[in-house]
Each structure stands twice: as C-alpha cells, then as structure tokens.
C-alpha cells in the first residue's frame, strides 16, 4: 500500500492486486515484496504470480521490482536456499556479519540512507544525483551473473548491486517509495518508461 500511495501521490492509476486478469491488463507492473525467499516463493507460485510476472515480461510491459520484489527475481537465494524465479541469472548472496566500515563494526540487517553509484544509465534513473540517498532494509543483496545487468551499487561495508535491470525489468534494493523525493523521481521514471 505505501508503493500504491506513492504512485497514487504522483498521479498515476493504480491498484493493489494478486488477480491474475488485473495484473494481465496492466500497462506495467511494480513487484514489491518484504520477508523470506522461501515463503514469499511458495506465496507466489500458490497464487501463479510467477506466471503473471513471466507474461508481463514476454508481453514487453515495464516490470519494477522492489527489495524482496528484486531479490526473487534472480535464479537462488542464498536464503532458505531458495529456488527464484530465474528472470535474471544469479544468487541473491547474504550480508557478511563481520562486516567493518571506518574501524566499527555494521549491523546486519543493513537498514538505514544509502547512497547510488550509477554504474550504467538506465531511463528509470534519470536525475538521480550521487548525493541523494536512498532507505534500505535487508539482509540479502542481488549478484547477477551478468555485471551488465548492475545498474548502480551501494556501499555497506560491501559494494553490492543496488538496482539492477534486463530489457522491461529494472529493480531496486532498497524502497523507492519510502525514500522522499527521490525515490518519486524513480517511481515517475518508472510510469513513464517504455520499458
């Protein structure tokens, strides 16, 4: 709901919905998500969500991926040992827990303002500047295979991929929605990209 507040806030139609003819019809699809790999996977193939996202895919619709939404667009968490959905190849890969930064040791899950280090332009993170900052919350990270499909990272402790994307599907890490003006900036790119 605070992903539908935050479109709705930028004027644009929208709808919370696991109905598979909803999001069929949709014109884009955003896939946000919070919790385990492996229960979230269970809930998403009971209810064919991972059909419905495949479709969206193979339909050219824009598909954006949200925090457990991006981790589970990959092929295996390293969570609950979990089989993904394989729409980018790679392992979502766990926080170290002795992870340093400037002599102090840093928590784990990772929750807090975090920076972007675009590494390859991509139309959704248009007018994101290197001092805005962004709010994560997650103990898991995304590594594709492939490091043209990174398209920023952050640091924390580790550089790890932050946003990543392949053709229609970009996703972020962190929480667009949550991150005040510039996570709207990312959200408007969003709805009015092409995919």
Request: net charge positive.
């Amino acid at each position: 709901t605070s992903v539908k507040r935050a479109v709705s806030h930028l004027g644009y139609a929208c709808e919370v919905t696991a109905d598979l003819s909803v999001i069929q019809n949709a014109d884009r699809v955003i896939f946000p998500g919070v919790g385990a790999a492996g229960s979230a996977m269970q809930s998403v193939k009971k209810r064919g969500l991972d059909r419905a996202l495949a479709n969206a895919l193979a339909a050219k619709k824009p598909v954006l991926g949200i925090c457990l939404g991006t981790q589970i667009i990959l092929s295996q968490s390293e969570e609950n040992n979990a089989q993904c959905l394989g729409f980018i190849k790679g392992v979502v890969r766990a926080f170290p827990h002795d992870m340093q930064q400037d002599g102090q040791v840093l928590k784990v899950p990772h929750m807090g303002w975090n920076n972007l280090d675009i590494v390859k332009p991509h139309p959704v993170l248009k007018g994101i500047l290197p001092e805005h900052r962004f709010y994560f919350v997650h103990s898991y990270y995304p590594a594709p295979d492939d490091p043209g499909e990174i398209l920023a990272t952050t640091t924390h402790g580790i550089t790890f991929p932050s946003v990543i994307g392949k053709n229609n599907l970009v996703a972020t890490q962190f929480h667009p929605e949550k991150s005040g003006p510039p996570g709207l900036t990312i959200l408007k790119n969003f709805c009015e990209w092409e995919g």
